[in-house]
């Protein structure tokens, strides 16, 4: 039996032979490159040869690790983006709260330095919140009775007249503003001296000055303070400043408008003013009635003492002549005796 392969499947040199052979060419290759350089110029031809091969092949590797960079990145970009805008959230919150902290360091400094300029004791309050009815303009306060603050006293911030007191509790107080519709607080006019009234609820956030007439020296711009004709108000705070005159030709009267000087709803520090009108005594002075009452104490003892005199002279003139006639001596000291009580009395009368 032949056990040759067939001629196709011959396999020519042993695997061992090739293995000998193909080592000492390396090892030849290796001795005289190194000695002689001779290979330089192959290995180049070969490194430009194989260079698009060497790409082709490393293509894969390097869209592999650019995407995987790629995701890295993004995720990283994400978070830090995620970090600044929370930073900057709270940067801004954090510059909101300083520039709200310093306005109301700089409104404090004002309040505190109109109190200690005030001659009328002043007690500085905080605004709690609005008043419940959305038709009313009233804002609540945090002092009350306890803190000596009584309804009708004037509530002030460091421009002028923000409201009055209405209402007061133990630890609250309600504040009537003056844009109320039901407000209404005596003014005049810093230029000329024109008084006037000024009522609330004209135009949103005005006040409005009725019945004015026509021909009234009025101006925009004019200031208007308090006049304190009506015990409530201090004379000479600050109110409101003209802003608009409508004068109508078929009327007597024409309508002003102003606008409050005060931050009405703009500042949550404010200072209730705790006056009280001197009201002029209709009593007359102790030393006027004294001198009264000397002068008819005085007047009353020279009548008496007419009246002694008269007694005198006529018991003298009844031990001399007794049989004259005593009545008409008599009649004369009951006169002068009447004369006395009825001039005492009109004294008293007086």
Same mark, same amino acid.
Do not use: W
């Given at each position: ?12 040199? !042993?695997?061992?032979?090739?293995? #000998? ?28 040869? @194989? ?5 082709? #092949? ?14 890295? !990145? !993004? ?12 930073? +900057? ?6 510059? /909101? ?10 409104? /404090? ?11 009328? &004791? ?10 419940? *009815? ?14 000596? #603050? ?27 503003? /003056?844009? *109320? ?12 001296? @024109? ?8 135009? +949103? ?28 108000? &201090? ?56 001198? !009264? ?29 007794? *049989?004259?006639? &005593? ?6 000291? +009951? ?16």
């Amino acid at each position: 039996m032949d056990y040759t392969p067939p001629p196709l499947f011959k396999q020519g040199t !042993s695997a061992f032979a090739r293995l #000998v052979i193909f080592v000492t060419m390396a090892l030849v290759l290796l001795v005289v490159d190194a000695r002689f350089d001779a290979l330089s110029t192959v290995r180049q031809i070969a490194a430009t040869v @194989l260079m698009p091969v060497e790409r082709a #092949v490393l293509v894969p590797r390097d869209m592999a690790r650019t995407a995987f960079d790629y995701l890295q !990145s !993004s995720a990283a970009l994400a978070s830090e983006n995620r970090e600044l805008r929370r930073r +900057a959230v709270a940067q801004a919150d954090d510059a /909101l709260r300083q520039a709200q902290l310093e306005a109301e360091n700089r409104q /404090l400094r004002k309040l505190l330095d109109l109190k200690e300029q005030s001659a009328t &004791p002043v007690t500085a309050a905080e605004v709690l919140y609005d008043a419940r *009815d959305p038709y009313s303009q009233r804002i609540v306060i945090d002092r009350g009775s306890q803190h000596d #603050v009584r309804a009708g006293y004037p509530v002030i911030d460091d421009r002028g007249v923000v409201g009055q007191v209405t209402r007061v509790t133990p630890f609250q107080s309600e504040v009537t503003l /003056l844009t *109320d519709k039901d407000q209404a607080i005596p003014v005049q006019v810093v230029r000329n001296g @024109l008084r006037s009234l000024a009522f609330g609820g004209g135009k +949103a956030g005005m006040l409005d000055l009725r019945f004015m007439a026509a021909s009234a020296d009025l101006q925009q711009g004019d200031l208007l303070v308090t006049s304190g004709l009506d015990g409530v108000y &201090p004379p000479g705070l600050p109110v409101a400043r003209i802003v608009q005159i409508e004068r109508k030709a078929d009327t007597a009267f024409s309508r002003v408008y102003c606008e409050p000087v005060a931050g009405v709803r703009s500042h949550r520090q404010l200072l209730v003013v705790r006056y009280d009108a001197e009201k002029p005594s209709r009593e007359l002075p102790a030393g006027d009635n004294g001198n !009264s009452t000397a002068g008819k104490a005085s007047k009353t003892e020279k009548a008496g003492k007419a009246a002694e005199k008269a007694e005198k002279a006529e018991k003298a003139e009844k031990g001399d002549k007794a *049989d004259k006639a &005593p009545k008409p001596k008599a009649d004369t000291a +009951a006169t002068i005796a009447t004369a006395s009580s009825t001039a005492s009395s009109q004294e008293q009368k007086r």
